[in-house]
């Protein structure tokens, strides 16, 4: 099971996507609140979307830190995998992706396993539960990812993510119902894809 | 529930909002600025009137029923300004009723309805939400209403009201023209977040249900669902036999690996429930409910399929958890199977890898809680070792091959050897720059530590292995390895494996030339292509270079060889690659660990070993920058930890540490750490710690230590040594003190040599080489510790004070309660602040 899914920017890269010293969360969806602990003191609604707005941007940090070290490693220059033009196919089998944990309390209750892929100056993260199938996660990423350069031309400079909210969840709620990660065979991607094209066309 | 029950006064066309998206300082600037004519303004940055004015347009909007683009448009940015923020944006308990209504709205359309959910769910947890469901048919919808319910963090029950209802129509007949296939995700996380949710007969129920969709989704595709109209051709649309992945026809049940042009809704349902089946299964099996004779009255009528088609008489028999374990069983077996077909197409061989992970993964759990599948499983899996032993691309499904073996072998009473062997042995070597692999590996060896911790050598003989994860690794690793670091560790393996971590950076420069040399025309290399260290290659090719290499990348521990400084030399020109030097960047780390752990069981003769080992490596580092730096560092406190530790070892070690401290090129090279030799000496060097400690000894060391500072002081300033830090020379200058305190004759000595400081620090050639600061410093230092000599019982006392003095320090650091004892005594001999004046 998958808890959150998120898109965030990539400072470093530089590019459009905004401040270059932020690390800033574009979209998040978290798939049913986690457990918060009994602890005491006031504790009302605001606080705890804080809370869950703060958990999700530092797994953005950290994935972030992970790419940029994962790409200090590699030695190639970060210029490497700045956008070329909007209308090059993007080769996502080779986007850089990572994976590491998250232990319980830090940020979330439980331990978290996060699996991230960098899409030039774009990140995206599924936040899932220790001992998840890691290699469906990540295939499940490079679907969701996949789709969502297709849906919402998400790297042309046109775009607007931000705006396309409806777009991503309809995704979502596709390819990853209530964060459930699926054993989709080409054809039931195809069938979903098809779908989906029609839930978006309306 | 219609639309129109909220009278609430609509809008006047609201501003249009136009979020900066992106919002760079500068655009955000603007925004700001241009707020006043109310043009664009970033949705952080809307005030409360502004976002009450655009519900009031939208509110409008919604009770016209107008659900076209504008609406669509308003919606979009709504979600924006509530989602961009992280604090609290206040909706109106109205509007908030008012966009539930619009989701249940049949008119609306998807968007719509999505949007709505994503708002709500935005803004929640939400005390204004209140939720009537009972009445849905709409599976569809159901589950977009169950995220939103889902996200209210259970205050009121929430996860139980989702479950329940989910569960009620996933019992009940099916809804004309719905699909249950978007209520099964609903209701695996119901379980994850809520474990007590569901009674006994409703997991019975649902059991069955399950067995139904695993085991008997029809083999035969399903219809295209597009009407083709007037000239759809009939016969173009029978549709034919489920195939496998490779495209031979299916010859068993329908599985995620069957592949049809179209799909039947129990083939859904099918898929669905097996990715949910890992976590029902560890749902339902542990609920300490279970009563083996529980008279199951329902059991007939709830499964008519499985009744039907069921090949297995006596299966049918058993309760449906039993059953459904069984089921489960044999789906597994299938993918197992299916999985050591060709694909045709890429995404399913990945899908293929993922599933056999899944299915031992599956078998495993199925073999704990009922111990009667271990015999089947056990030679299920042994025949899939032996096949993905010679088959790299399934490598993932070797790690939960081998939990299974580790679950049960001793139960099953079979020598799995031969699968550790394989899985420490050749994986690590051969894959070390599979960073997923390496991250899985890493967490199998971290979740098993208990049982490495028994009597598995294999494991803990294997570390030189596994270091060559975190060598190559080193970012991401790192905080997992400190995990499983201290298993290794052991009075046998720790000489080794301190030689291993001073070695890390070379090993990951090691692993590069490995990579290069094994695939020199790779696609995509996986090392950094702005190298090309030709040299290095060539030099790893002749024979002498070869079998270091060979020693630095042993997949055992097979102790320590002498001599790896030829292949630092020849490793040098990859020093400076970004890899070693993150790699290097542990080292510190992890050497901190190590001692850590190691002082907790180590003996003399073991903590010995260590401090030579310490002075003999400080000189043999790779060359990275800031590595010596900073290992050097590290070594040095440790040092002090063995000595605190095993006092006598400066007696036991005293060849050593006079070979060392005789050295002038120490001083240099290795600063930190020769000075706190230096003070260990003056510090243990005592017949308190060690009575072997002799006036011999004590003479010994204190000649060749007044040899060394009056190398360094009086040969000053010599073009072929360069500056001394004053730290070095006011720490021998009070080893020297603390020695001649010990054996009184050479007071004479010290104190003549201390007097000698001030000519000497007056020197031109010092005063030009030493800040008016450093002098001062030494020559304070000099007088104190001359004062203190004029009474040396005082000084006996103040520099070398009995355990029971010394023990109750009246404050925590140990380093620097001398120089306050020192400056204690120096105010009581120099007489110039009278006691009597306090």
Redesign the interface.
């Given at each position: 099971?998958v808890h959150a899914f998120l898109i965030h920017t990539l400072s470093g890269s530089g590019q459009?996507?905004?401040?270059a010293t932020f690390c800033?969360v574009l979209?998040?969806?978290?798939?049913?609140?986690e457990?918060?602990p009994d602890e005491p003191g006031p504790r009302g609604?605001?606080r705890?979307?804080?809370l869950r707005?703060?958990q999700l941007?530092a797994v953005a940090r950290q994935a972030e830190t992970?790419c940029k070290?994962?790409q200090?490693?590699?030695?190639?220059p970060p210029t490497d995998l700045l956008p070329q033009s909007s209308d090059e196919p993007i080769p996502l089998q080779?986007a850089p992706s990572?994976?590491?944990?998250l232990?319980p309390g830090d940020p979330f209750q439980e331990a978290k396993v996060v699996v991230w892929l960098r899409l030039l100056s774009l990140g995206c993260a599924l936040v899932c539960?220790p001992h998840e199938?890691?290699?469906?996660a990540?295939?499940t990423l490079r679907l969701l990812t996949r789709l969502l350069l297709e849906h919402l031309k998400l790297l042309s400079s046109g775009s607007?993510?931000?705006?396309?909210?409806?777009r991503i969840?309809?995704i979502l709620?596709h390819f990853l119902?209530?964060?459930?990660?699926?054993?989709?065979?080409?054809?039931?991607?195809q069938?979903l894809e098809k779908e989906l094209s029609t839930?978006?066309a309306? | 529930m219609g639309l129109r029950v909220f009278r609430l006064v609509s809008g006047r066309g609201g501003r249009v909002f136009k979020?900066a998206?992106?919002?760079?300082?500068r655009e955000r600037r603007a925004s700001s600025a241009k707020r006043g004519a109310g043009l664009g303004i970033a949705?952080r940055e809307i005030q409360d009137q502004e976002l009450k004015k655009f519900c009031l347009r939208i509110t409008g909007l919604l009770q016209k029923e107008d659900l076209g683009n504008e609406t669509?448009d308003c919606?979009?940015?709504l979600?924006?300004i509530v989602?961009?923020t992280?604090?609290?944006r206040k909706l109106e308990k109205k509007f908030v009723e008012l966009l539930l209504s619009a989701m249940y709205f049949p008119k609306s359309?998807?968007?719509v309805q999505?949007?709505c959910?994503?708002i709500l769910?935005e803004?929640?947890?939400?005390?204004d939400l209140t939720l009537f469901y009972d009445h849905i048919q709409n599976t569809k919808l159901l589950?977009?209403m169950?995220?939103v319910l889902?996200?209210?963090?259970?205050k009121r029950d929430e996860?139980r009201d989702v479950g329940l209802r989910v569960t009620k129509i996933l019992e009940s007949r099916q809804p004309e023209g719905q699909s249950l296939r978007?209520l099964?995700?609903?209701l695996?996380?119901v379980i994850?977040?809520?474990p007590k949710v569901l009674k006994e007969d409703q997991i019975n129920l649902l059991n069955k249900r399950l067995i139904d969709w695993l085991r008997y989704a029809s083999i035969q595709q399903g219809v295209a669902q597009i009407s083709g109209g007037f000239f759809s051709n009939p016969r173009a649309r029978q549709p034919g036999p489920i195939t496998e992945?490779d495209g031979a026809v299916a010859t068993d049940f329908f599985t995620?690996?069957?592949?049809?042009?179209?799909?039947t809704e129990d083939q859904?349902l099918n898929?669905?429930a097996?990715?949910?089946l890992r976590?029902w299964l560890l749902y339902s099996g542990n609920d300490g409910t279970e009563t083996p004779d529980s008279d199951d009255k329902s059991e007939l009528e709830g499964s008519i399929m499985s009744m039907v088609s069921a090949t297995s008489t006596s299966s049918r028999l058993l309760p449906p958890k039993e059953r459904l374990r069984e089921n489960a069983f044999e789906y597994c077996q299938r993918l197992i199977e299916q999985s050591n077909r060709r694909a045709l197409?890429k995404?399913?061989c990945?899908?293929q890898?993922?599933?056999l992970?899944?299915a031992v993964?599956i078998l495993d759990l199925l073999c704990r809680q009922d111990s009667s599948f271990m015999y089947r499983t056990l030679s299920c899996l042994k025949t899939l070792h032996g096949r993905l032993c010679g088959d790299l691309a399934y490598v993932?499904a070797l790690l939960p091959v081998a939990q299974f073996f580790l679950n049960h072998s001793e139960a099953a009473a079979v020598d799995s050897e031969a699968v550790y062997q394989h899985l420490f042995t050749n994986i690590p070597s051969e894959l070390f720059y599979n960073?997923?692999l390496a991250?899985?590996f890493i967490?199998f060896c971290r979740d098993n530590i208990h049982f490495f911790n028994g009597n598995l050598s294999i494991f803990k003989s294997s570390f030189p292995n596994l270091f060559k994860f975190l060598a190559w690794n080193s970012?991401?690793l790192i905080?997992?390895f400190v995990d499983i670091l201290p298993v290794f560790i052991d009075a046998s393996t720790a000489i080794e494996m301190l030689h291993v971590l001073l070695d890390l950076p070379c090993l990951t420069a090691a692993l590069d030339l490995y990579l290069r040399s094994s695939f020199p025309t790779a696609e995509?290399p996986l090392?950094?292509?702005?190298?090309k260290p030709t040299s290095c290659l060539d030099g790893v090719r002749d024979p002498y270079h070869q079998a270091l290499f060979q020693y630095l990348l042993r997949p055992k521990a097979k102790g320590f060889i002498k001599g790896l400084a030829p292949l630092h030399e020849l490793l040098k020109p990859m020093a400076g690659?970004?890899?070693v030097i993150?790699c290097a960047e542990t080292v510190p780390i992890l050497i901190q660990l190590f001692f850590t752990v190691v002082t907790e069981f180590a003996d003399g003769t073991l903590i010995n070993q260590l401090a030579v080992l310490l002075l003999g490596r400080s000189g043999l580092l790779f060359d990275v920058p800031q590595f010596k730096a900073a290992v050097h560092r590290e070594m040095s406190s440790q040092l002090l930890v063995l000595c605190k530790l095993h006092p006598s070892l400066v007696v036991e070690l005293s060849k050593e540490l006079l070979e060392f401290t005789g050295t002038i090129r120490n001083i240099h090279s290795k600063e930190n750490i020769f000075t706190h030799v230096v003070w260990a000496i003056g510090e243990y060097l005592s017949v308190l710690y060690d009575r072997r400690c002799t006036v011999e000894l004590i003479n010994k060391f204190f000649e060749t230590l007044e040899a060394l500072l009056f190398e360094i002081t009086q040969f000053r300033p010599s073009a072929t040594l360069p500056k001394c830090c004053p730290r070095v020379i006011t720490v021998l200058m009070t080893t020297l003190t603390k020695l001649a305190s010990r054996s009184q004759d050479l007071i004479p000595r010290v104190s003549l040599f201390l007097s000698k400081m001030r000519s000497f620090a007056q020197s031109p050639a010092m005063t030009s080489v030493y800040s008016e600061e450093d002098t001062e410093t030494i020559l304070t230092r000099a007088t104190e510790l001359m004062n203190l000599l004029k009474m040396p019982s005082v000084a006996q006392f103040v520099l070398t004070p009995s355990v029971e003095v010394s023990n109750p320090r009246y404050h925590l650091d140990t380093n620097t309660s001398l120089p306050l004892a020192l400056q204690m005594a120096s105010r009581l001999v120099e007489k110039e602040a009278s006691l009597l004046s306090w």
């Open positions: 099971m459009a996507t905004g401040d800033r979209y998040s969806q978290v798939f049913g609140s457990r918060l609604p605001e705890d979307r804080l707005k703060e941007l992970a070290l994962l200090q490693a590699s030695g190639r080779d990572g994976v590491f944990r232990r539960e199938n890691l290699l469906l990540e295939s607007n993510v931000l705006l396309r909210g409806d969840e309809a709620n119902p209530q964060g459930q990660l699926l054993f989709l065979n080409d054809q039931f991607v069938a839930s978006l309306r | 979020p998206t992106g919002c760079s300082p949705p669509i919606l979009q940015r979600f924006l989602s961009a992280k604090y609290y359309p998807e968007q999505v949007l959910a994503a769910r803004i929640s947890p939400s005390e589950s977009l169950s995220s889902l996200a209210q963090g259970n996860v978007y099964l995700p609903v695996s996380k994850t977040l809520s992945v995620v690996l069957s592949v049809g042009q179209h799909y859904w898929m669905q097996f990715s949910m976590k197409k995404p399913d990945e899908l890898k993922a599933c992970v899944e993964i993932q960073s997923m991250f899985e967490q970012a991401s905080s997992e995509k090392w950094d292509p702005s190298l690659c970004a890899r993150q």
